[in-house]
């Protein structure tokens, strides 16, 4: 006689978790259904980032796929600049939408929000004066 342990029914998931990067950033994000608030290390993302690009960069997979205002994003973001980290925050709730929605990828993809950027510094090389600048030419 075997015993059956009754399984939890399925439930939909209450939070999104992904991470984003780019150059030196990282960024963890935390996405739950909510009003659209988005925090980034406890501060709102217009008061976090300067640039007003970096803000259109973080509601970009948003507006793409039409959910503006139905989230709350809470992210982590450490490393590189200002820069990095909001290409970083993209790419992080690009992420955690696909995982709310697997029907957003291909939106998503199209508008290159699923693409991790890979471009990094270049290190210096041992005899040159940087990556690829090498030493001034003498005739004398």
Known sequence: MTTETPVAPATP???????GRRK??????????GTGQILVNG???QEYFPGVHHHKAVITPF??????????VRAKATGGGMTGQADALM??????????NPDFYPILRQAGLMTRDARKKERKK???HGARRGT?????
């Open 136 to 140: 001034q030419f003498s005739k004398r």
């Open 126 to 128: 041992y005899g040159l």
């Open 91 to 100: 790419l992080g709730i690009a992420r955690a939408l696909r995982l709310y």
């Open 24 to 33: 030196t950033s990282v960024v963890r994000v935390r996405m739950r259904p």
């Open 13 to 19: 998931q209450t939070e999104y978790v992904a991470t």
């Open 43 to 45: 501060r709102p993302y």
């Open 63 to 72: 507006e793409v796929t039409g959910t503006l205002g139905q989230f709350d």
